[in-house]
Every structure is written in C-alpha cells, then in structure tokens.
C-alpha cells in the first residue's frame, strides 16, 4: 500500500490484501464489525462485489457486507 492514506475498504481492489487501519462510526457499528472479525491489523482481501455488496475474506472466514459499513472499515 503506499503512504499513510487511510481509504474505506470499499475502494479496495479485489483480491489485493490490506491491513485494517482503523474503524470508524458509531460505537454499535464498531462493535457488530468487531464481532465479525474486523480489528485493527487483521488482513482483509476483497472477494467480489455485487449489488453494492462486498464478499470479503477476515480470519480465513468469508464475510458479506454492505458498502456503508465497508467505508467504516479504513485501510
């Protein structure tokens, strides 16, 4: 990745890994993003996209989520 631009995990390239930098939103949104297995320094490659919906691969678990909480994600 270059620099130390921060982008939301809904502009990440398919199938480039990144490193979670920062969650952002509310606390309940941070939380129910935790329990999924998004923390900060966790790997997480973008699958696919379809219907404004992002497949992602965190903790060897694959994940659906929408483009609103994927730009709380910041990597």
């Known amino acids: ?3 130390d631009d921060d982008m939301p995990l809904s502009m990440a390239a398919t199938g480039e890994e990144n490193i979670i930098r920062r969650i952002g939103g509310k606390e309940e949104t941070r ?3 935790e329990k999924l297995g998004f923390v900060v320094g966790s790997v997480v490659t ?3 996209e379809a219907s404004g919906n992002l497949i992602v691969n965190i ?3 694959r994940v659906a989520i ?4 994927a730009n709380h ?3």
């Open 59 to 61: 903790k060897d678990s």
């Open 46 to 48: 973008v699958i696919s």
């Open 66 to 69: 929408g483009k609103e909480m």
């Open 31 to 33: 939380l129910f993003l």
């Open 73 to 75: 994600i910041l990597v």
């Open 1 to 3: 990745m270059k620099g």
